[in-house]
């Protein structure tokens, strides 16, 4: 292959052969693409949540959603990566994530309360979509998206109930 074909290559869907079937492969390709969309709106919002607290709540939470967008980085990355391991391509633009994402954007000046209210629903949100593909990865024998769903999905549970934690004070 010369140098200009080697620079032109470009990301297609491919057929790892480890034991998953294609079909499976691409059905939990689509639903790690949704799952790495919320989880991306999800980082974005949270780091603005970190930047813009005010008032009596704003260290707890400032620090709080310091942790939490460095973990919605961190997994980002990870589900990226376990849907190019599957063999297709992974989203990466702002308007792909809005379209894939049932999590909303948040813009404008809001209250810590609104803050907390919007994260606690957005993380029970993701949850349920990393909950609903776990199925679909066991029945392919996909135990790599199974653990990294799993795994995704006790961090959610837990950053709600840190959240909801705060706004009962
Ligand atoms: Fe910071």
């Known amino acids: 292959m010369s140098t200009a074909q080697v620079l032109k290559a470009r990301v297609r869907a ?5 034991g998953i079937d294609t079909v499976d492969a691409k059905q939990l390709a689509d639903g790690l693409a949704r ?6 709106v999800l ?3 949270t780091q603005g949540c970190h930047w813009n607290v005010v008032g009596p709540l704003f260290y707890g939470l400032h620090k709080l959603t310091e ?3 460095q ?3 961190k997994a980002a990355d990870e589900i990226a990566e376990r849907i190019r391991a599957l063999g ?3 989203p990466a633009s702002f308007s792909e994530f809005l379209q894939l994402s049932d999590v909303k954007e948040m813009s404008g000046r809001h209250s810590a309360q609104d803050m907390l209210t919007t994260l606690i629903a957005d993380h029970e949100t993701v949850a349920r979509t990393f909950r609903d593909l ?11 998206t199974a653990d990294l769903l799993t795994d995704r999905i006790h961090a959610h549970e837990e950053a709600a109930w840190m959240l909801r934690s705060i706004a009962s004070v």
């Open 14 to 18: 491919e057929t790892p052969h480890t």
């Open 35 to 40: 799952s790495l969309a919320e989880t991306y």
């Open 71 to 73: 973990g919605l980085a």
């Open 43 to 45: 980082y974005v919002k």
């Open 134 to 144: 776990v199925g679909l990865a066991e029945k392919g024998n996909d135990v790599v």
């Open 67 to 69: 942790e939490q967008y």
């Open 88 to 90: 297709h391509p992974a």
